[in-house]
């Protein structure tokens, strides 16, 4: 449960450096305004120039680069795949074309070119992902959310999901140790058979360790509203800055990413 752990553990968002240090309300509004250029880009300079960007960010505050491949893992897996996918069933004119124990694989120009578009925009925007959460740990995350005008339900169930899921992930970790001691995964078919039963429970757990939270909460006088214990300060002369160059920024990003590359 290792890759798990790194992805959603905020060690490295507790540790002191200068984007750490930039306040968590400038971070969302630029994180939420370079994921929406991202998605709208008609090209790929934008996302592989976010991509660039953002990894030599992660590497300046002293992130390792296996932590950051390791979090790139499965969103790059898809990536491959809509590609693939992309470039076998969409369009028509053949770029390369081979066999394969007996059945000819056909890639077409166009779903290959759509599918690389997609492929950057997702490493693109799960980098830009990866920088926010690297550096803003959740209580800041919660804070700068409640600035927003977020509604105070959705940020009290965000910073219960977080606190929780660590708890289960321990359980799950615990109940696979268990089942490998007792040959539970001995071979594929039992393998699929404890990942049930193992699914079974851990469902059966967090319905009951939610209701047993609820009693606790209850007992000692909850009755709703986000429990923050962080005051955001006020916004400094390099907030501001930072809030005033973004004028710039964003319209040269939203240009760049109308131009047709080919």
Known sequence: MGLIHYTFSDSYARKDNWLSSIDVRVKLVYI????????IAKNIVIPVSFLFASLSMLLSV???????????????????????????????????????????????????YSGLIIFCKVLGGISLVIVFSFTTTISRLCAGLKWLRVPETIIELLSIIYRYIFLFLDEVSAMLIAQKSRLGHSSWKKTINSLGVLGGMLIIRAFTRSERTYEAMRARGYEGGVMLAINLPALKKKEYFLVIGMGFLLPMLVYTGDIQVW
């Open 32 to 39: 939420v305004s370079l994921l929406t250029i991202n998605l």
């Open 62 to 112: 002293k992130v390792p680069f296996g932590v950051i491949i390791r979090n790139m893992f499965i969103p790059s897996t898809l990536a491959i795949l809509i590609l693939a996918v992309k470039g076998l069933h969409e369009g028509e004119k053949i770029w390369l074309s081979f066999s394969i124990a007996g059945y000819d694989v056909v890639l077409r120009e166009e779903g290959l």
